[in-house]
């Protein structure tokens, strides 16, 4: 993959890769008060070059679709994920950026939606959400220019870091008005799957003061890549080879996987003076994809910068982390709840009947 400079607002939309994203994650927060986060994640693969063993098309382009709804006041959290997703004929066809997709249900259709609806302005919309986001500043661009040398992978990254959010989220069946702060990532690359080897930590942070920044350590088995990139309240970026990450002690052991998270940490970058505690606002943020199972939820934030106090919001995403989790109890678990599901709208129907 050769670096061409990213052009907005072309570079929102698709691009000839082997593995594409669409990220958005955020806090929010209802009327009274009560918190809760989101992450809605659409993925662009080419299904021959990729290569994660589950994953069966008979397409040479294939989606996907993970999202998560997180109840923070009640310690509840909802993961929705999607082995399959089904543009309409005319995603794509729209330049900045217009998807519109479904995800094959035996419970019936809903539509997905991310669209660009302005300059940096966004609507997106699972079964869960339904948010209009609009950037406050200009897209971060990791690294510099957006294009990070992850040794030996190359990936296109960029990065809208302070969406401000409202819209309204569906609790218990219920749907609530909420506003809020957003995040979004757009990332391809022409990387191929590896079941082993890659180890990623990775934080997205909204500090009160109006800096953001994204920090990450990645571990291909054979070296490591550290980087953060900070947008300040005037707009100017930053970015740094050298940051630390240390775990605190917190963990989670997910009894499905048997996965141990590591869920507080302290986050270094020297030359800026910055020392951050992150912890994670609920332990069970496990998502389970296939045989792909990672942690992804909401953080508290609150360091220092400079000798100066702060305090914010963030995301957590630890992907790689050692699992128990096999092909067969995959299967096992797939053929199971297809059942039981068929099972539910079958007595559904029946139920119905009855009724008439």
Request: include cysteine; proline fraction near 4%; charged fraction near 25%.
């Amino acid at each position: 993959m050769r670096y061409k400079k990213i052009k907005f607002p072309k570079d929102e939309s698709a691009h000839n890769s082997i593995i594409e994203w669409w990220y958005f994650n955020g806090n929010l927060k209802d009327k009274k008060g009560n918190k809760y986060a989101f992450m809605d994640c659409l993925f662009k693969v080419d299904v021959n070059r990729i290569k994660i063993p589950f994953l069966k098309s008979p397409f040479k382009t294939s989606y996907f679709s993970h999202s998560l709804l997180s109840d923070i006041k009640n310690n509840k959290f909802f993961p929705e994920v999607n082995l399959i997703s089904i543009p309409s004929v005319d995603s794509f066809s729209k330049t900045p950026l217009f998807i519109n997709y479904t995800n094959p249900s035996l419970e019936g259709y809903t539509n997905y939606v991310i669209e660009s609806i302005g300059k940096f302005k966004y609507h997106i919309k699972t079964k869960d959400i339904d948010l209009i986001l609009s950037a406050t500043k200009k897209p971060l661009l990791e690294g510099g220019k957006g294009f990070i040398d992850l040794k030996p992978e190359k990936t296109y990254y960029y990065s809208l870091t302070n969406l401000q959010t409202k819209g309204k989220i569906k609790i218990k069946d219920s749907w609530v008005e909420v506003t809020g702060k957003s995040w979004m990532d757009h990332q391809w690359a022409d990387v191929p799957y590896r079941e082993k080897g890659n180890v990623w930590t990775w934080f997205s942070i909204q500090l009160n003061n109006s800096l953001e920044m994204v920090c990450f350590e990645y571990d291909n088995g054979k070296s490591k890549t550290y980087l953060a990139s900070i947008s300040y309240p005037n707009s100017k970026q930053k970015h740094f080879s050298k940051v630390e990450f240390k775990s605190l002690g917190r963990t989670w052991k997910s009894k499905k996987t048997g996965t141990i998270y590591p869920l507080s940490w302290e986050i270094k970058i020297p030359e800026e003076n910055i020392t951050l505690k992150v912890e994670s606002l609920i332990n069970n943020q496990e998502v389970n994809f296939g045989t792909i199972n990672y942690w992804e939820g909401p953080l508290s934030v609150a360091g220092t910068k400079e000798g100066k106090k702060v305090k914010g919001n963030g995301f957590m995403e630890l992907v790689g982390y050692s699992s128990d989790y096999t092909k067969v109890k995959f299967l096992k678990e797939e053929i199971s709840k297809t059942l039981n599901l068929s099972w539910k709208l079958l007595k559904k129907r029946v139920d119905k009947l009855d009724l008439k």
